[in-house]
């Protein structure tokens, strides 16, 4: 009998950054077909232009760089990076938009600084952000979800809508989004209970949102198990939040959402779970990863409490990314056997 | 001589693309094309005078108290020009307000005043005014009107703040139904609009280089 002599080292490590990229995009099916199901196929087609173009983008640039196109294509990172920037845009957005958001996200946020590994930000939260203070009008847009308007926004007329060739009979169903209404609400001293008496929320936070984000939430859950992220960032970033708006919800119930309005509303599990965990452009160390979390936590509430934008999880993530070198710096872990 | 001094100011040691002086009224007033020839004539004519006027004193001036006369100087001369602004341009004032008065502050003034003017001949130095002043001037219409096309889809609005009523014919407006690239407007537009036009320079420069290196045999071999 012989046996095969095996040098080591003997644990594999089959985890290649393509397998990392789709472990993503299955992660993020729950949430997308959560999304679809109560806003329309339209965000569908709006992933469709984001990918496209973000392939169409990263093949340009690399063949500008005089780099190898194909393996850099095939490494999936520019399909998550579409991908996630179209989840963050209104449900129903031009196709012109989402061309200036992806094209920026790619040229400015990552090739401009050498590439997938050397982009200090999120390149879908640049290109978000880009939007998001260049186009105020059509960025907030946002249309009601299906059980509220009663529309279903067919494939047909979304594809018309996209392309911006149909009749726009929709800007009747576009509504502010639950964090936008609350926040309107408050400035104008109406009490918590009464903003909540409004169509547009559910049980826990905003009808169609909860879902989305539990989706997020589940998608999440699943890239832990499979460790394709890590735990610090999620539970340093959700626990920040929700401890913040838990103290201000304690104090006073009238004048603060509850933690639970506050995870289910908006980017927060998404960020918390699929942006914040961008292995390039987050924290590296462990212990960086839960001040890195902890400090999106608190932007977020800080931004969508007394900040001009409903929502603050992109400039929260952008903010936090500037500090990740000087974050990284004070939590270099001690080489085993210093003192 | 003059030829170097032309060249130098105009491109080799322009004073917003490589000596890189002088942002901060270049990236805050380029939104449009009007209010950067607004800011870059007066910046060049401030130019022209403090080192010529610098250039005439150079020889009575203890090295010791210099800079704060140079200062003094320098403050005079933009005196006047806001003067004279409020006198016969106030509209194009008003749109550029505290960077009139703030022209003292920038660095490549007194950097020219104690660079060149202060150790040169003042048709020399006058000369080098002008130049750094137009290669200024340069920048700021290149800048202004990159960002009033992308981001208001217009060049050249408000001229008639410049030249009077009837420059309001110059304006362009290359598409009525353009909603406005904001970004283009707001302050980040304009370290995006610098630093490419910055990096577009150093490649030409680069190019050059690399045709220079072609065409002479002898750094071939």
Same mark, same amino acid.
Not at chain 1, 169 to 196: C, G, M, N, Y
């Given at each position: 009998m012989t046996s095969v002599i095996v040098s080591s080292p003997y644990v594999s490590q089959s985890k290649s950054l393509r397998r990392l990229m789709i472990n993503v995009i299955i992660g993020l099916i729950p949430g997308t077909l959560a999304y679809a199901w109560f806003f329309?196929?339209?965000?569908?087609?709006?992933?469709?232009?984001?990918?496209?173009?973000?392939?169409?983008?990263?093949?340009?640039?690399?063949w500008l760089r005089k780099k190898s196109i194909k393996p850099h294509l095939n490494d999936y990172s520019a399909v998550v990076t579409g991908w996630l920037f179209a989840l963050c845009l209104p449900s129903h957005s031009v196709w012109w938009l989402i061309v200036v958001g992806i094209g920026f996200a790619m040229i400015a946020g990552k090739?401009?600084?050498?590439?997938l590994g050397f982009n200090p930000f999120n390149p879908a939260m640049v290109g978000y952000v880009v939007l998001l203070i260049?186009?105020?009008?059509?960025?907030?847009?946002?249309?009601?979800?299906?059980?509220?308007?009663?529309?279903?926004?067919?494939?047909?007329?979304?594809?018309?809508?996209?392309?911006?060739i149909g009749d726009s009979t929709w800007d009747a169903f576009t509504a502010a989004t639950p964090l936008d209404h609350v926040k309107t609400a408050l400035r104008q001293d109406i009490p918590i209970s009464e903003i909540f008496q409004a169509p547009l929320f559910g049980k826990l936070g905003g009808i169609g949102w909860e879902w989305i984000s539990a989706g997020w939430l589940i998608g999440g859950l699943w890239l832990l198990i499979n460790k394709t992220i890590r735990w610090h960032i999620p539970v340093a970033l959700l626990g920040s939040l929700g401890s913040i708006a838990w103290v201000f919800y304690l104090i006073d119930a009238e004048t603060a959402t509850s933690p639970l309005f506050h995870w289910l509303s908006g980017g927060a599990m998404l960020g918390a779970f699929f942006i914040a965990t961008d292995p390039v452009s987050a924290a590296t160390t462990n212990n960086g990863r839960i001040y890195y979390g902890i400090l999106i936590g608190l932007l977020v509430y800080l931004i969508r409490n007394w900040g001009g934008y409903p929502d603050g999880v992109a400039f929260a993530v952008l903010l936090a990314n500037m500090c990740v070198p000087l974050i990284d710096y004070y939590t270099q872990p001690k080489v085993y056997g210093a003192k | 001589m003059n030829k170097e001094i032309t060249q130098n100011g105009l491109w080799t040691n322009n004073v917003a693309l490589v000596q890189l002086l002088?942002?901060?009224p270049l990236l805050a007033v380029t939104n449009n094309t009007i209010n950067g020839i607004g800011l870059g004539v007066a910046t060049m004519v401030t130019l022209i005078l403090s080192n010529t006027l610098v250039s005439l004193i150079r020889g009575f001036i203890r090295s010791e108290v210099r800079l704060p006369v140079f200062v003094l100087i320098i403050a005079c001369v933009v005196t006047v020009i806001e003067l004279l602004m409020k006198a016969f341009f106030f509209d194009l004032f008003l749109v550029l307000g505290i960077f009139i008065p703030l022209i003292v502050t920038n660095c490549a003034i007194i950097g020219r005043?104690?660079?060149?003017?202060?150790?040169? *001949?003042?048709?020399?130095s006058a000369l080098d005014g002008f130049m750094m002043g137009l290669g200024f001037l340069g920048v700021l219409a290149l800048l202004g009107a990159m960002r009033e096309i992308i981001g208001s889809g217009t060049l050249l609005a408000n001229a008639d703040l410049m030249f009077g009523k009837p420059a309001k014919a110059l304006t362009i407006t290359f598409n009525e139904d353009y909603s406005g690239f904001l970004l283009a407007i707001l302050p980040p537009g304009a370290f995006f609009g610098l630093a490419i036009l910055i990096a577009a320079k150093n490649a030409m420069g680069v190019r050059a280089k690399?045709?220079?290196?072609?065409?002479? *045999?002898?750094?071939?071999?």
């Amino acid at each position: 009998m012989t046996s095969v002599i095996v040098s080591s080292p003997y644990v594999s490590q089959s985890k290649s950054l393509r397998r990392l990229m789709i472990n993503v995009i299955i992660g993020l099916i729950p949430g997308t077909l959560a999304y679809a199901w109560f806003f329309g196929p339209s965000i569908m087609i709006n992933i469709a232009i984001a990918v496209l173009f973000a392939l169409g983008f990263e093949a340009v640039i690399l063949w500008l760089r005089k780099k190898s196109i194909k393996p850099h294509l095939n490494d999936y990172s520019a399909v998550v990076t579409g991908w996630l920037f179209a989840l963050c845009l209104p449900s129903h957005s031009v196709w012109w938009l989402i061309v200036v958001g992806i094209g920026f996200a790619m040229i400015a946020g990552k090739h401009l600084y050498g590439g997938l590994g050397f982009n200090p930000f999120n390149p879908a939260m640049v290109g978000y952000v880009v939007l998001l203070i260049s186009f105020p009008k059509e960025m907030t847009s946002w249309h009601l979800p299906i059980p509220m308007s009663g529309e279903t926004y067919g494939l047909v007329d979304s594809l018309k809508f996209v392309l911006g060739i149909g009749d726009s009979t929709w800007d009747a169903f576009t509504a502010a989004t639950p964090l936008d209404h609350v926040k309107t609400a408050l400035r104008q001293d109406i009490p918590i209970s009464e903003i909540f008496q409004a169509p547009l929320f559910g049980k826990l936070g905003g009808i169609g949102w909860e879902w989305i984000s539990a989706g997020w939430l589940i998608g999440g859950l699943w890239l832990l198990i499979n460790k394709t992220i890590r735990w610090h960032i999620p539970v340093a970033l959700l626990g920040s939040l929700g401890s913040i708006a838990w103290v201000f919800y304690l104090i006073d119930a009238e004048t603060a959402t509850s933690p639970l309005f506050h995870w289910l509303s908006g980017g927060a599990m998404l960020g918390a779970f699929f942006i914040a965990t961008d292995p390039v452009s987050a924290a590296t160390t462990n212990n960086g990863r839960i001040y890195y979390g902890i400090l999106i936590g608190l932007l977020v509430y800080l931004i969508r409490n007394w900040g001009g934008y409903p929502d603050g999880v992109a400039f929260a993530v952008l903010l936090a990314n500037m500090c990740v070198p000087l974050i990284d710096y004070y939590t270099q872990p001690k080489v085993y056997g210093a003192k | 001589m003059n030829k170097e001094i032309t060249q130098n100011g105009l491109w080799t040691n322009n004073v917003a693309l490589v000596q890189l002086l002088g942002l901060c009224p270049l990236l805050a007033v380029t939104n449009n094309t009007i209010n950067g020839i607004g800011l870059g004539v007066a910046t060049m004519v401030t130019l022209i005078l403090s080192n010529t006027l610098v250039s005439l004193i150079r020889g009575f001036i203890r090295s010791e108290v210099r800079l704060p006369v140079f200062v003094l100087i320098i403050a005079c001369v933009v005196t006047v020009i806001e003067l004279l602004m409020k006198a016969f341009f106030f509209d194009l004032f008003l749109v550029l307000g505290i960077f009139i008065p703030l022209i003292v502050t920038n660095c490549a003034i007194i950097g020219r005043a104690e660079g060149f003017a202060s150790r040169n *001949p003042v048709g020399a130095s006058a000369l080098d005014g002008f130049m750094m002043g137009l290669g200024f001037l340069g920048v700021l219409a290149l800048l202004g009107a990159m960002r009033e096309i992308i981001g208001s889809g217009t060049l050249l609005a408000n001229a008639d703040l410049m030249f009077g009523k009837p420059a309001k014919a110059l304006t362009i407006t290359f598409n009525e139904d353009y909603s406005g690239f904001l970004l283009a407007i707001l302050p980040p537009g304009a370290f995006f609009g610098l630093a490419i036009l910055i990096a577009a320079k150093n490649a030409m420069g680069v190019r050059a280089k690399d045709r220079d290196t072609l065409i002479d *045999p002898t750094l071939n071999t």
